[in-house]
C-alpha cells in the first residue's frame, strides 16, 4: 500500500515537472493566499512582502510530504534590511531520490514610501532525475503591494513570464504564473487574505484564509483552495525573538502535509 503510493506520488512529481515552493507554515495554513501578506516568507511567495522589515529575521522549515517518511521538503529564507532595501535570499529542496528539485533565490526589495512595495527576483533552478541526470535553469520574479486603504493591502506576482525550460533539449518548463489578492485587517486579532493564482496550462486557483490571534504571541490559521479543493490549518507561537509556526495541508488524493518552521528575528 505504501510502495502504491510512493509510486502515485512519483507519477504526479514527474507530470508536474515544476517547483513545488514552500511558502512556509503561516502562509501555508492560510491556504497559500499569501501574494499581499507581509512575512519573511514572501522571499518564497511574493517577494515584495519584505520591504517593511526592519529587522534581519531567518527561518527554516521541514515539510513532510503526504506524510511518506521518503519524501520531505526542506527550505530556509532570509531577509536583511540595508540602507533603503530589504536583501531576501530563500532555498529549497524537495522531491526523493528519484526525483529532486533544489531551488535558490536571491531577491531585492524597496518601499517607495509607506504604500508601494516592489521586489525582482533571480532564481536558481536544479532538477536531478534518476537515468536521466542533471539540468539547470533560471528564472525571474517580480512582485508588489500596495495599501489602497488604512486596513486593506493589494498584491500581485509574476513568476518566470518568459517560461524558462530547464535545457534546449528537453521540455521541462518552469511554467509561468501569475497571482493577484488582498489581505485585510480588521483588527490587531483578525487577517483575512484572499488569492487568485493561474499557472500556465492550468486552471486558475481561488485561495482564501484567515488569521485570528487568540492573544498577542499565539495566532490560529485556516484557509481553502479550490482547484483542487484543499484545506489547510496551522498555529503560530511568538516568544519574544523566536518565532514557532506549524501548518498542514490536505490534498483530496494523496493525503496530508504537515511542516514546521522555526525562525529568529535578531
Given at each position: 500500500?505504501?510502495?502504491?503510493?510512493?509510486?502515485?506520488?512519483?507519477?504526479?512529481?514527474?507530470?508536474?515537472?515544476?517547483?513545488?515552493?514552500?511558502?512556509?507554515?503561516?502562509?501555508?495554513?492560510?491556504?497559500?493566499?499569501?501574494?499581499?501578506?507581509?512575512?519573511?516568507?514572501?522571499?518564497?511567495?511574493?517577494?515584495?512582502?519584505?520591504?517593511?522589515?526592519?529587522?534581519?529575521?531567518?527561518?527554516?522549515?521541514?515539510?513532510?510530504?503526504?506524510?511518506?517518511?521518503?519524501?520531505?521538503?526542506?527550505?530556509?529564507?532570509?531577509?536583511?534590511?540595508?540602507?533603503?532595501?530589504?536583501?531576501?535570499?530563500?532555498?529549497?529542496?524537495?522531491?526523493?531520490?528519484?526525483?529532486?528539485?533544489?531551488?535558490?533565490?536571491?531577491?531585492?526589495?524597496?518601499?517607495?514610501?509607506p504604500k508601494l512595495l516592489t521586489a525582482i527576483t533571480v532564481n536558481y533552478h536544479q532538477l536531478q532525475i534518476s537515468n536521466y541526470g542533471?539540468?539547470?535553469?533560471?528564472?525571474?520574479?517580480?512582485?508588489?503591494?500596495?495599501?489602497?486603504?488604512?486596513?486593506?493591502?493589494?498584491?500581485?506576482?509574476?513568476?518566470?513570464?518568459?517560461?524558462?525550460?530547464?535545457?534546449?533539449?528537453?521540455?521541462?518548463?518552469?511554467?509561468?504564473?501569475?497571482?493577484?489578492?488582498?489581505?485585510?485587517?480588521?483588527?490587531d486579532k483578525l487577517i483575512i487574505s484572499t488569492e487568485l493564482e493561474k499557472i500556465l496550462d492550468n486552471k486558475a486557483d481561488f485561495k482564501?484564509?484567515?488569521?485570528?490571534?487568540?492573544?498577542?504571541?499565539?495566532?490560529?490559521?485556516?484557509?481553502?483552495?479550490?482547484?483542487?479543493?484543499?484545506?489547510?490549518?496551522?498555529?503560530?507561537?511568538?516568544?519574544?525573538?523566536?518565532?514557532?509556526?506549524?501548518?498542514?495541508?490536505?490534498?483530496?488524493?494523496?493525503?496530508?502535509?504537515?511542516?514546521?518552521?522555526?525562525?529568529?528575528?535578531?
Amino acid at each position: 500500500m505504501k510502495l502504491n503510493k510512493l509510486l502515485v506520488v512519483l507519477s504526479f512529481l514527474c507530470l508536474n515537472a515544476k517547483a513545488q515552493v514552500n511558502t512556509g507554515p503561516r502562509i501555508t495554513a492560510m491556504g497559500g493566499a499569501g501574494v499581499a501578506l507581509q512575512d519573511v516568507w514572501a522571499a518564497q511567495k511574493n517577494q515584495a512582502g519584505i520591504a517593511l522589515l526592519t529587522k534581519p529575521i531567518a527561518s527554516l522549515a521541514y515539510e513532510n510530504k503526504f506524510l511518506i517518511k521518503e519524501i520531505s521538503t526542506k527550505s530556509a529564507v532570509f531577509a536583511i534590511p540595508i540602507k533603503k532595501y530589504v536583501l531576501g535570499a530563500s532555498f529549497q529542496n524537495y522531491g526523493i531520490n528519484a526525483y529532486r528539485e533544489t531551488q535558490s533565490g536571491l531577491s531585492l526589495a524597496r518601499a517607495f514610501g509607506p504604500k508601494l512595495l516592489t521586489a525582482i527576483t533571480v532564481n536558481y533552478h536544479q532538477l536531478q532525475i534518476s537515468n536521466y541526470g542533471n539540468t539547470r535553469a533560471f528564472s525571474v520574479q517580480v512582485g508588489l503591494q500596495y495599501q489602497a486603504l488604512p486596513n486593506l493591502w493589494l498584491g500581485a506576482h509574476v513568476a518566470n513570464p518568459n517560461s524558462s525550460k530547464y535545457a534546449e533539449t528537453t521540455d521541462l518548463i518552469i511554467p509561468a504564473h501569475i497571482q493577484f489578492g488582498g489581505s485585510y485587517t480588521f483588527s490587531d486579532k483578525l487577517i483575512i487574505s484572499t488569492e487568485l493564482e493561474k499557472i500556465l496550462d492550468n486552471k486558475a486557483d481561488f485561495k482564501t484564509g484567515i488569521e485570528y490571534k487568540i492573544i498577542k504571541a499565539f495566532a490560529i490559521r485556516g484557509g481553502v483552495s479550490m482547484n483542487p479543493f484543499k484545506q489547510y490549518a496551522g498555529f503560530g507561537l511568538a516568544l519574544e525573538n523566536l518565532l514557532v509556526d506549524f501548518g498542514i495541508s490536505s490534498h483530496p488524493i494523496l493525503g496530508y502535509s504537515p511542516q514546521i518552521s522555526l525562525g529568529y528575528e535578531f
